[in-house]
């Protein structure tokens, strides 16, 4: 009798375990990350914080051939890296395909190695894309975009290598100080222009 209840109880708890090794499985596997470049990281943060289905957005740096670049490094030009931001999002809210429509309204994909008044190849318009399926999705996403263009889109689409998070300070940047003359100039008109059209939610709170 006693065999029989420790053999049952060895049973149990290795289904158990197993269940829950599958659950962990499942659970890791319900969000999914997207790196893009857009111009100054500070604005693409600030519309990706908005979109409901995003977890988290963190501005870094990619593309590029020296180790650990600091935000000095890059502005110089001589690193390769580009700004960008890593989107972590639930695809079950938000889609890879629907965070790429978002991505050609937030910026101008014509325009090469420059936003605005921001020049420099770090601002250059790219997507790293993290495996075949997302490579696949923004070909496709970047010819059905270039309908809404007049000049060529010039974004590039290349595989992610390496991603540098940048230092505290650019992180949540507009929110903490959406004061500031470039972000309300600059960041401010593009949220404002994103809420109109509803790609966006509206800013929860007058920014810093």
């Given amino acids: 009798m006693k065999i029989f209840f420790w053999t049952l109880l060895a049973t149990v708890t290795l289904n158990l375990t197993a269940v829950g090794q599958s659950t962990n499985a499942m659970n890791t596997n319900k969000t999914e990350v997207a790196t893009l470049g857009g111009g100054c990281f500070w604005c693409i943060e600030a519309v990706y914080e908005r979109l409901p289905g995003v977890i988290s957005v ?22 390769g890296h580009a700004e960008v931001t890593q989107i972590v999002f639930d695809p079950a809210k938000i889609s890879y395909a629907k965070l790429l429509e ?3 309204q937030a910026h101008d994909p014509t325009t090469l190695n420059r936003q605005g008044a921001d020049e420099g190849t770090q601002y250059r318009s790219v997507i790293f894309y993290h495996d075949e399926k997302q490579k696949l999705i923004a070909e496709k996403s970047k010819l059905a975009a270039q309908a809404d263009f007049i000049r060529p889109i010039v974004t590039e689409i290349v595989p992610l290598t390496k991603f540098y998070p940048a230092e505290d300070y650019h992180q949540g940047y507009y929110d903490l100080n959406g004061r500031q003359p470039y972000c309300q100039m600059v960041i401010t008109p ?19």
């Avoid at 180790?67 to 490094?73: A, F, L, M, S």
């Avoid at 593009?190 to 810093?208: A, G, N, R, S």
């Fill in 58 to 79: 963190t501005s870094g740096y990619a593309g590029g051939h020296t180790v650990n670049p600091t935000y000095k490094d890059v502005c110089g030009g001589d690193t």
């Fill in 102 to 104: 978002v991505f050609w």
């Fill in 190 to 208: 593009k949220l404002q222009k994103l809420e109109h059209k509803k790609v966006i939610e509206p800013t929860p709170q007058t920014p810093k």
